[in-house]
T-cell receptor, first 112, second 111 residues
Framework: NAGVTQTPKFRVLKTGQSMTLLCAQDMNHEYMYWYRQDPGMGLRLIHYSVGEGTTAKGEVPDGYNVSRLKKQNFLLGLESAAPSQTSVYFC???????????FGPGTRLTVL | GNSVTQMEGPVTLSEEAFLTINCTYTATGYPSLFWYVQYPGEGLQLLLKATKADDKGSNKGFEATYRKETTSFHLEKGSVQVSDSAVYFCALTSNAGKSTFGDGTTLTVKP
């Protein structure tokens, strides 16, 4: 099993550009999450999903949108990137019967 | 809301030294408590967990005990190795699987 995978691994954007980060999990997990990690600030939850077709806002949702059209995929979109969105983005998933989260390897995004 | 406070780093130790990283939490109800580890360039991975008061989680020589009376979940290891160098995150999970993470503590072990 691949676990949780993220695409792409690295990306550089100019201010105002848009992009979509893809997260895929092959563990049949119900819950999926998007976090951003910034130096000295731990992980902050952007959006999450408790099942296919559902999404909810986390701690820092502004400037991001998400979609969960298929159970195994969770997409994070930036419609108009800003330098403040320079960060490392992690996707994670967890199952109904486990509260352990499984993380992807991360996407390092730089917005110039 | 829920919060997790963990010992500020960075922490630098010599090989075979004793490690303690403090973690305290604030939460409603009865959360599960976790320590995750992040190696350079990788995502977080579970190190150990405890789901109820007085439970002890252990893995790879690391231990942590769920102390409800002091709302703490301190991470300990008796003899650290160079390969333990990483960032350690304390976390709790309450409702709907949502987790709250501490800011992380960077551990460097020197030979």
């Amino acid at each position: 099993n691949a676990g949780v995978t993220q695409t792409p691994k690295f990306r550089v954007l100019k201010t105002g550009q848009s992009m979509t980060l893809l997260c895929a999990q092959d563990m049949n997990h119900e819950y999926m999450y998007w976090y951003r990690q910034d130096p000295g600030m731990g992980l902050r939850l952007i959006h999450y999903s408790v099942g296919e077709g559902t999404t909810a806002k986390g701690e820092v949702p502004d400037g991001y949108n998400v979609s969960r059209l298929k159970k195994q995929n969770f997409l994070l979109g930036l419609e108009s990137a800003a330098p403040s969105q320079t960060s490392v983005y992690f996707c994670a998933s967890s199952g109904l019967n486990t509260d352990t989260q499984y993380f992807g390897p991360g996407t390092r995004l730089t917005v110039l | 809301g829920n919060s997790v406070t963990q010992m500020e780093g960075p922490v630098t130790l010599s090989e075979e030294a004793f490690l303690t990283i403090n973690c305290t939490y604030t939460a409603t109800g009865y959360p599960s408590l976790f320590w995750y580890v992040q190696y350079p360039g990788e995502g977080l991975q579970l190190l150990l967990k405890a789901t109820k008061a007085d439970d002890k989680g252990s893995n790879k020589g690391f231990e942590a005990t769920y102390r409800k009376e002091t709302t703490s979940f301190h991470l300990e290891k008796g003899s650290v190795q160079v390969s333990d160098s990483a960032v350690y995150f304390c976390a709790l999970t309450s409702n709907a699987g949502k987790s709250t993470f501490g800011d992380g503590t960077t551990l460097t072990v020197k030979p």
